[in-house]
Nanobody
Framework: EVHLVESGGGSVQAGGSLRLSCAGSGDTFDDYVIGWFRQAPGKEREGVSEIVCSEGTTHYAESVKGRFTISVDNAKNTVYLQMNSLAPEDTDVYCC???????????????????WGRGTQVTVSA
């Protein structure tokens, strides 16, 4: 079982950047796909990006391609989400999830993720 803690959220103006971190404890990321999701109050959770930590394979939602970059530091058991060119519609609570036992992307299918962090708020003002 892996325990996930997100950090790095905050408030920025449109066009700005933030880097989110998802730190894992209790297990290494070697056997996991780590995904970033976001959710606004009253809306469904949306998959943003995922990475196969042992392989480095990545996958992005169309809405963030070219703006967000996911990466992993296996030595630190941490996955990062670099978010550039932020827009007000990116305002959400961002959380990371861990899908155990797969070496391929899971296409951000929420039910594939076994463990979740509590999230970090990202607010982008116009």
């Amino acid at each position: 079982e892996v325990h996930l803690v997100e950090s790095g959220g905050g408030s920025v103006q449109a066009g700005g950047s933030l880097r989110l971190s998802c730190a894992g404890s209790g297990d290494t990321f070697d056997d996991y796909v780590i995904g970033w999701f976001r959710q606004a109050p009253g809306k469904e959770r949306e998959g943003v990006s995922e990475i196969v930590c042992s392989e480095g394979t990545t996958h992005y939602a169309e809405s963030v391609k070219g703006r967000f970059t996911i990466s992993v530091d296996n030595a630190k058991n941490t996955v990062y989400l670099q978010m550039n060119s932020l827009a007000p519609e990116d305002t959400d609570v961002y959380c990371c999830g861990a899908a155990f036992g797969t070496k391929v992307v899971v296409e951000l299918r929420e039910h594939e993720f076994d463990y979740w962090g509590r999230g970090t708020q990202v607010t982008v003002s116009a």
